[in-house]
């Protein structure tokens, strides 16, 4: 599962969009989203750079939690909080009730996902210091995962790309 920033980083490192779709028609790959980050990509400005954000193939899946107001209804089993996925949101949102969104990403990936790819240092240190049931990675990470996994001679963007 990918924080929403992570795509900036995508369509900016050459080929790299191309590559993560290769690897998910070939079933190697499987990137999640939730109405969040849908939401917020549907949200971008620039329309160019929205339509190469979109071209990134994911699999929208359930929020794992719900927050009352926030949550559109049907997105998420009534009732979680979270917990059942091993970080309640409240673990995540602060005392001010802000980065909700970060909350439910976080709570949805150690639900669903292997992995929960974040530059968001906020979020990284909450969740690092939590007991989420998923690793989570820098964007540097994520890209030098992908490079192996593509065996490709070159990561993504670099000059033989």
């Known amino acids: 599962m990918l924080d929403t920033q992570i795509y900036d980083l995508i369509v900016s490192t050459r080929g790299m969009v191309r590559l993560l779709n290769l690897l998910t028609d070939q079933g190697r790959l499987v990137i999640l989203s939730t109405f969040v980050q849908e939401n917020e990509l549907a949200s971008i400005r620039g329309e160019v750079k929205r339509r190469e954000i979109l071209r990134v193939k994911r699999t929208k899946v359930f929020s794992a939690a719900g927050m009352y107001g926030v949550t559109p209804y049907g997105e998420f089993p009534y009732g979680s909080d979270g917990s059942e996925a091993g970080l309640p949101v409240s673990r995540v949102v602060s005392l001010t009730g802000k980065h909700w969104q970060d909350a439910l990403i976080a709570c949805t990936a150690s639900a669903e996902a292997e ?24 964007f540097h990470q994520f890209k030098d995962y992908i490079f192996e996994l593509s065996g490709q001679r070159s990561k993504p963007g670099s000059s033989q790309d």
């Open 115 to 138: 992995v929960l790819v974040t530059e968001d240092k906020r979020l990284h240190k909450r969740v690092a210091d939590s007991s989420i049931r998923c690793l989570v990675w820098r």
